[in-house]
């Protein structure tokens, strides 16, 4: 079983950054790729950005390439979410998610954590 617990949510204005971490534990976490998601209230999920369980592969999203940066510390097992320029339409609750298979643009993983609350103000 694996359990993923997100933070570093909050309260930002518009064009700051912010970092999300997703920590991970459980066995085989290692072996794990990690995915972010965020779904904003009245929309549906929407994947960002997936990194596969070495770091050395990466997916994101049209919507987020080149202003979120996803990268992954295995010392600590835990997975990062670098997001500049941020928008109020970025205001959403943002999930971390594992899976063993690694896909691209993925629409649903295994584990999923309980989310992070971001928002942007303008």
């Known amino acids: 079983q694996v359990q993923l617990i997100e933070s570093g949510g909050g309260l930002v204005q518009a064009g700051d950054t912010l970092r999300l971490a997703c920590a991970a534990s459980?066995?085989?976490?290692?072996?794990?790729?990690i995915g972010w998601f965020r779904q904003a209230p009245g929309k549906e999920r929407e994947f960002l950005a997936i990194?596969?369980?070495?770091?050395?592969?990466?997916n994101y999203a049209d919507s987020v390439k080149g202003r979120f940066t996803i990268s992954r510390d295995n010392t600590k097992n835990t997975v990062y979410l670098q997001m500049t320029n941020l928008k109020p339409d970025n205001t959403a609750t943002y999930y971390c998610?594992?899976?063993?298979?690694?896909?691209?643009?993925?629409?649903?993983?295994?584990?999923w954590g309980k989310g992070t609350l971001v928002t942007v103000s303008s």
């Open positions: 459980g066995r085989g976490i290692e072996n794990h790729n």
């Open positions: 990194i596969n369980w070495s770091g050395g592969m990466s």
């Open positions: 998610a594992a899976d063993l298979y690694y896909k691209e643009g993925p629409t649903d993983m295994d584990y």
